[in-house]
């Protein structure tokens, strides 16, 4: 309740907080490890997806870390945990998680390959996330 409390506070745009523990993101988080943007649709959560340091669960440094690792975004990992996505209703929240989720075995598989993803540079992310601000 800490972090949600925590989130809701800092983040008046908020309305809704899906928490998962979806298997790919998960595993990622679990190797403290962000998701870059490699994929335009990294745009639902606001750009790249940071992963918050560890903090034991129900902590309140837990819900700091999840609110630095939130700031402007709609998604973070919360290593050694799981996955938070925010939104201004639980569908958008929860289609954030989604397609975090989504995103995370994408890249997966290009590390598993042993490729590493080509990342969308800072000007094209901007002309996504514009182009975002109307989408759906």
Not at 17 to 34: C, K, N, Q
Not at 50 to 77: D, K, W
Not at 95 to 107: D, T
Request: aromatic share 8%; net charge neutral; hydrophobic share 55%.
């Amino acid at each position: 309740w800490r972090m949600h409390a925590a989130i809701y506070a800092a983040r008046p745009d908020v309305h809704a907080v899906v928490h998962t523990h979806s298997p790919r993101a998960t595993a990622l988080a679990a190797a403290g490890r962000g998701l870059p943007a490699f994929h335009y649709m990294i745009a639902l959560a606001g750009g790249d997806v940071r992963c918050a340091p560890y903090a034991t669960f129900g902590s309140s440094e837990l819900a700091s870390n999840a609110v630095a690792g939130l700031a402007g975004r709609r998604a973070t990992l919360l290593a050694n945990h799981g996955v938070l996505a925010v939104g201004a209703t639980l569908a958008a929240a929860r289609a954030v998680a989604f397609e975090v989720e989504n995103l995370a075995g994408q890249y997966l598989a290009l590390l598993a390959a042993g490729l590493e993803p080509r990342v969308l540079d800072d000007a094209e992310l901007a002309r996504v996330l514009a182009k975002f601000a109307d989408y759906g």
